[in-house]
């Protein structure tokens, strides 16, 4: 989130940091908002929200103030990419030695587990892509591919570089700094091609702009 939604996402990272056993890390859950906001079918809130718990043991006024807070950074999330704003928050910024606790590799590991919940709903619209565009269905799949694999590097780093290791590359290290510049460029491909493959759907849930908000 950047600019006026990290003002507003205040709330939810108060949450997370004072409910550390109910929720995940507050970078992780803007990271699955994104990959949620980028669907190329927007689930439901009742579905997604259940995403962002990891204990659902929590008092009514906690669980009113958690939806409150998701559905207004998700709405900004809905907002950024209208408007194509920066997709990646500020203070996502990849440095030599980058850890698990980093801001980068929490949001990316959101990314990926909202991706992951979110799959089906990929492979669906990839095969309506090969039915009704075959010529195009590769292309999308490769792209698809390469761009999980360089948010899977910058969710774990320690651990893409122990595998690049393992198969011979050693110069990772030396080249995620300058791969770590093209994150952006790399969102906007992965909203680009989630609605190239949206179009390919039936059905689209509404964004969810307006309306009442749901609880989780």
Same mark, same amino acid.
């Given at each position: 989130?950047?600019?006026?939604?990290?003002?507003?996402?205040?709330?939810?990272?108060?949450?997370?940091?004072?409910?550390?056993?109910?929720?995940?890390?507050?970078?992780?859950?803007?990271?699955?908002?994104?990959?949620v906001a980028a669907a190329p079918?927007?689930? &439901?809130?009742? #579905? %997604? $929200?259940?995403?962002? !718990?990891?204990?659902?043991?929590?008092?009514?006024? =906690?669980?009113?103030?958690?939806?409150?807070?998701?559905?207004?950074?998700?709405?900004?999330?809905?907002?950024?990419?209208?408007?194509?704003?920066?997709?990646?928050?500020r203070v996502c910024v990849y440095?030599?030695?980058?850890?698990?606790?980093? &801001?980068?590799? #929490? %949001? $990316?590991?959101?990314? !990926?587990?909202?991706?992951?919940?979110?799959?089906? =709903?990929?492979?669906?619209?990839?095969?309506?892509?090969?039915?009704?565009?075959?010529?195009?269905?590769?292309?999308?799949?490769?792209?698809?591919?390469?761009?999980?694999?360089?948010?899977?590097?910058?969710?774990?780093?320690?651990?893409?570089?122990?595998?690049?290791?393992?198969?011979?590359?050693?110069?990772?290290?030396?080249?995620?700094?300058?791969?770590?510049?093209?994150?952006?460029?790399?969102?906007?491909?992965?909203?680009?091609?989630?609605?190239?493959?949206?179009?390919?759907?039936?059905?689209?849930?509404?964004t969810f702009i307006s309306g009442?908000?749901?609880?989780?």
């Amino acid at each position: 989130m950047t600019g006026k939604s990290e003002v507003m996402g205040q709330d939810l990272k108060t949450l997370c940091e004072d409910h550390p056993q109910l929720l995940r890390s507050y970078h992780e859950v803007c990271g699955l908002l994104f990959s949620v906001a980028a669907a190329p079918q927007i689930p &439901a809130p009742q #579905q %997604w $929200m259940p995403w962002v !718990l990891i204990s659902d043991e929590m008092s009514a006024e =906690v669980a009113e103030k958690l939806t409150q807070s998701l559905m207004d950074c998700f709405k900004a999330q809905l907002l950024i990419m209208r408007d194509e704003g920066n997709l990646l928050p500020r203070v996502c910024v990849y440095h030599a030695g980058l850890t698990l606790e980093d &801001a980068l590799s #929490q %949001w $990316m590991s959101g990314c !990926l587990l909202g991706h992951q919940h979110l799959q089906k =709903v990929w492979q669906q619209a990839w095969s309506q892509m090969q039915l009704q565009a075959p010529d195009d269905a590769p292309q999308a799949a490769k792209e698809l591919s390469h761009l999980l694999r360089l948010f899977s590097t910058f969710a774990n780093v320690p651990m893409a570089l122990e595998q690049a290791a393992a198969g011979g590359n050693i110069q990772l290290a030396a080249q995620l700094a300058a791969i770590a510049e093209t994150l952006p460029r790399a969102l906007r491909q992965y909203v680009s091609l989630a609605g190239k493959l949206a179009a390919y759907l039936p059905h689209q849930f509404e964004t969810f702009i307006s309306g009442q908000d749901p609880a989780p």
